[in-house]
């Protein structure tokens, strides 16, 4: 069974950093892509990053560039989100979700970490 | 970017009515179109990929068509576990974008 938990989500003040995870297990990680994605509450879904199975390509959206870092470390079946300059605007429930084989779109999701930014 | 836009906002549907909704794309995508489902509190499920494709597990009560940049979501006889909001997304163009939703609840 696949699983994938999300943990680091928390209260950071705006201009703070966080650093979330996302655990996979019941998958070859290592053979997938991985994205981030959010939703503020009460608001759609965004794209946030992607990172390929081997580290070599990765994207993000606009709003996020030079603030947001995706990695992974497939020794650890992990993926992770560095989180720096926070703003009001990033507040969002955080999900990973894996790639799929036909295109990028998502196969397996997290439950979700919540990102609160606020003074 | 390509801008989603799913219609109607929200969908009120009585149990074992057919529900049609709506994505449009701000240009073309081809056929590089996925569906969620998503209830409250729980993360997204995929539906279907490749605007006409179900996902593993999904009934044959859901079906998706279209390309370019019209595409439906058809789902045939409302069951009581359908009721939730339901997410197009693209992803024949970079960033990846979503349309803003569609909630189908019960009339």
């Known amino acids: 069974q696949v699983q994938l938990v999300e943990s680091g989500g928390g209260v950071v003040q705006p201009g703070g950093s966080l650093r979330l995870s996302c655990v996979a297990s019941g998958i070859s990680f290592n053979f997938y892509g991985m994205h981030w994605v959010r939703q503020a509450p009460a608001k759609g879904l965004e794209w946030v990053a992607f990172?390929?199975?081997?580290?070599?390509?990765?994207y993000n959206t606009e709003s996020v560039k030079g603030r947001f870092t995706i990695s992974r470390d497939n020794s650890k079946n992990t993926l992770y989100l560095q989180m720096d300059s926070l703003s009001v605007e990033d507040t969002a429930v955080y999900f990973c979700?894996?790639?799929?084989?036909?295109?990028?779109?998502?196969?397996?999701w997290g439950q979700g970490t919540l990102v609160t930014v606020s003074s | 970017e390509t801008v989603m836009t799913q219609s109607p906002a929200t969908l009120s549907v009585s149990p074992g009515e057919r529900a049609t909704l709506s994505c449009r794309a701000s240009q073309s995508v081809d056929s590089s179109l996925a569906w969620y489902q998503q209830k409250p509190g729980q993360a997204p499920r995929l539906l279907i990929y490749?605007?006409?494709t179900r996902a593993t597990g999904i009934p044959a009560r859901f079906s998706g068509g279209g390309s370019g940049t019209e595409f439906t979501l058809t789902i045939s006889s409302l069951q009581s576990e359908d009721f939730a909001i339901y997410h197009c997304?693209?992803?024949?163009?970079?960033?990846?974008?979503f349309g803003g939703g569609t909630k189908v609840e019960i009339k």
């Open positions: 990172i390929q199975n081997d580290e070599g390509i990765n």
């Open positions: 490749g605007a006409s």
């Open positions: 997304q693209q992803y024949n163009n970079w960033p990846l974008t």
């Open positions: 979700a894996t790639n799929s084989g036909y295109g990028p779109h998502f196969v397996y």
